[in-house]
Nanobody, 126 residues
Framework: QMQLVESGGGSVQAGGSLSLSCRIRRSASSHYPMAWFRQAPGKEREGVAAFDSAGGTNYADFVKGRFTISKDNDRFTLYLQMNSLNTEDTAIYYC????????????????????WGQGTQVTVSS
């Protein structure tokens, strides 16, 4: 089955930047919609940014202008560039995909995705 592995998390002071990567297992199917989610302790998992099957993007309001989602199809990798980080960005960040032919995306609803990575911790200190 399709496998996703996140990396790039770590600790950074407020105002700093981090870049996350999601390695995608090679697939013989069409490009699937993919997204980044995050979950802080005691809170629900929330959508951060998403790619639809045609390359269109969708961002949560709280990251617009600060985060950028991108991908490298040749390297089978999804990225999330995070700038101007604040303490509210502290969470475990997950990579997700909707492995379904014909799916369009780009949903920021966790339940719509059916493939998930194990997550990478991002900690922002003041």
């Amino acid at each position: 089955q399709m496998q996703l592995v996140e990396s790039g998390g770590g600790s950074v002071q407020a105002g700093g930047s981090l870049s996350l990567s999601c390695r995608i297992r090679r697939s013989a199917s069409s490009h699937y919609p993919m997204a980044w989610f995050r979950q802080a302790p005691g809170k629900e998992r929330e959508g951060v940014a998403a790619f639809d099957s045609a390359g269109g993007t969708n961002y949560a309001d709280f990251v617009k202008g600060r985060f950028t989602i991108s991908k490298d199809n040749d390297r089978f990798t999804l990225y999330l560039q995070m700038n101007s980080l604040n303490t509210e960005d502290t969470a475990i960040y997950y990579c997700a995909a909707r492995a379904e032919i014909g799916a369009l995306g780009a949903s920021l609803v966790p339940g719509w995705y059916n493939r998930w990575g194990q997550g990478t911790q991002v900690t922002v200190s003041s």
